[in-house]
DNA sequence: TAGCTCGGACCCTCAAATTG
DNA sequence: AATTTGAGGGTCCGAGCTAA
């Protein structure tokens, strides 16, 4: 197994080195490092107000650490050589929640990917059957719904691009690992990235007025020029409003460290696999909204009708993943010839195994390999099964986290935490406890604050706190692990409980409300208590 | 000429503004 | 409260560039 990037061939048809699938899916999460790849973009200063979006996640990307994903209780085999060692050097590696403002961090080395591919590689979906939608504006005449021939079928885009996909600008896939991934001999590392929270608080200035519709369409047309009272037409007939300057709210960007919760949101389902990319967070939304019909949803079954086989079978299992299904894709005859089909089914499989609540699905990925002349793997841990499961853990590790807090606020020991043994630890909590004795609350805001100041200070754009610390946080557990081995080995119960991850992957489904735990709900407002109103939103 | 880069077109989401 | 608007924040196409 190679960990480093390959290079596509353009105009390769789907056939890829196959060996390499073999580490997808491994549950341990590895990534390559130090591959320096053409295809990243340049860190660029785009002033442009307008269109900073696609230039400044470049920079963002820039500056990001790398991030380890953590699957907890994974599986056993570590892949050598390609861990710690590997990582790239982010100042204290101590493993404790020590700040993180050595200067280091700056010139913390980036993982690119080399990640071009053949764009035509791909079957876009056939959208051609949509129904296109066309939107009554009060400049406009009553709809008069004669799409021009020559429109251009709608792009079609994943919601979420894994991040090497992000990074090189190419198309990707709901899979994961996505295609590309697949190809690139990227999959160890094709995770979803993560979409920044919207701003909240922009005004955005009047909008136009909506018009009342008349019976007469000249009157309807005349009344609609709209001359604003700037005195500006616009061409589109919109006012100029939309150029007006927006206030830009302190930082780049609001820092959630953990996820912000407004106080009339329903409740949020604390998932307990660390590191559980999001991918499979929205496939168990759409699992679970299956009655929620909203238009999203409608438009995705509609167009599904349309799709390559390839494509409508990846859909379908979006809705229903059971391993037979995919098992009968694989017999079906669509799929039968289909090396690229297989691939696609291959990585959705495997997309889902990662919800590690199905054993069945490894089997099917097994004989997916077999079909595809692909390594069989070892099979990975699958671990909670029900929604309840998920919650029960959860309840456990918010409680864990509230009792944490407040027994340090305490100054109390906990009785059921491991005893840390070197000075420097000990030194370490005791600053954590000074920190929350004084501020509080968790000493982990205080090191945001002074970390996102520093890069501040720095002009360092990179103010993904939460990356660090969930790597520090790795760094924690990969030590304690073997103090938790040694306790199951000797059958003693564990009661340590690691606080709550900062980056600890939130779901908040539409219509699961009613089976969260009272237990959960009481234990989670308490844990948002632990959270200072300042960092509850965007940091100055 | 194949592969890479990256500007910007295109797309979706969702908070603000507006309407009922 | 429900609906509409339109900007934020994203995806990824494809023209132009570069190296072999
Ligand atoms: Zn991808
Ligand atoms: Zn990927």
Known sequence: MTNSPKTEPKKLPVSVSRENLMSINN?????SHGNSSPDQRPLQET?????????????????NFVERPVLAAASTEQ??????????????????????????IQQCPVTYFNATLNQGVYQQPALTGETPTYTLLPTQLPPVVTPPATEKPKRHQVKNACVN????????????PCKRCIKCEMTDTCKSSTRKER????????????????????????????????G???????DSYGTMPIPLLGMPGPYFMFPTVSSTAAPYVFLTGACIPPMVIKQEQNQQKSNNNNTEKKEETLSSKEKSPDHQSRSSSISSSSSQQYQQQLKSDTIDKNVGSKLTLLSQVCSDMLKKT????????????????????????????????DNERATDRLQAAVTSHHADLRQEPLKDEIVRESSEDNSIRESNKNIRQETGSHPQYTYQTQFMQFQSANNNNNNNFSQYYSYQDHQRQQKHQPILQQESQNQQSSNYSYIIRPTLPILQPSNIQQEIPAQLSQ??????????????????
């Not at 199905?358 to 793997?377: A, C, E, G, V, Y």
């Open 199 to 230: 701003k909240k608080g922009i005004k955005r200035g009047p909008y136009k007025k909506k018009e009342k519709i008349t019976a007469n369409p000249n009157a309807t047309a005349s009344s609609s020029t709209n001359i604003p009272s700037t």
């Open 165 to 176: 996909c992000q990074k090189a600008c190419k198309k990707c896939d709901d899979g994961r």
């Open 358 to 389: 199905d054993p069945s699905l490894f089997h099917s990925s097994q004989t997916i390999r077999k079909d595809l002349h692909i390594k069989p793997i070892s099979m990975p841990s699958f671990t909670s099964t029900t929604q309840t499961d």
């Open 27 to 31: 549950s341990n999460y590895t990534m």
């Open 523 to 540: 234990y989670h407002n308490s844990f948002l208590s632990m959270i200072p109103p300042q960092n509850k939103q965007s940091l100055p």
């Open 232 to 238: 500006v037409i616009s061409t589109n007939g919109q």
């Open 47 to 63: 002033k442009s107000e307008e269109r900073t979006c696609s230039s400044q996640n470049q920079q963002h990307d820039k500056n």
């Open 79 to 104: 892949p050598s050589g390609t861990t710690i060692a590997n990582e790239p050097k982010l100042g204290s590696r101590n493993g404790n929640i020590t700040p993180p403002f050595s200067p280091q």
